[in-house]
């Protein structure tokens, strides 16, 4: 079974892609903080991060780095409910997301990553 770390701060949402994820046959895990999603980086086997890109605007927090630090080719999905306007901090994920498009494009977006990375294809995927 897949596992898939989530972490993003509004919780209606989350818990949305979590049980869609879960329905679908994935192990979901939850970070609640930066610190939760080291320490679960360290302590379970973690397939792919679903990010919520506001997330990293928080003064002091950067859980990109931290995953990369952890795991540099663990494979990161940005999540945003602002597609539109330009997001600097998705310059690091392997693919994202619109919230809004959750349902849809998540479990696409999941197979298609965990795929690149079969194949050391990670971080080539377009956004």
Do not use: W
């Not at 903080?33 to 506001?54: A, F, I, P, W």
């Not at 990293?56 to 306007?85: E, H, W, Y």
Request: overall charge neutral.
């Amino acid at each position: 079974m897949r596992t898939i770390l989530c972490f993003d701060d509004a919780t209606y949402r989350l818990e949305t892609a979590r049980k869609l994820l879960a329905a679908n046959g994935y192990l979901t895990l939850r970070a609640r903080d930066t610190r939760d999603l080291v320490d679960q980086l360290e302590e379970s086997s973690v397939d792919v991060v679903l990010l919520d890109c506001h997330c990293l605007a928080k003064p002091g927090c950067n859980p990109v780095q931290l995953i990369r630090l952890a795991q540099p080719d663990l494979p990161i999905i940005m999540t945003s409910g602002f597609c539109q306007s330009p997001c600097t901090y998705m310059r690091d994920a392997d693919a994202c997301i619109q919230k809004g498009d959750l349902s849809t494009a998540l479990l696409r977006t999941v197979e298609t990553v965990l795929c690149a990375r079969r194949y050391g294809l990670c971080r080539s995927i377009a956004c």
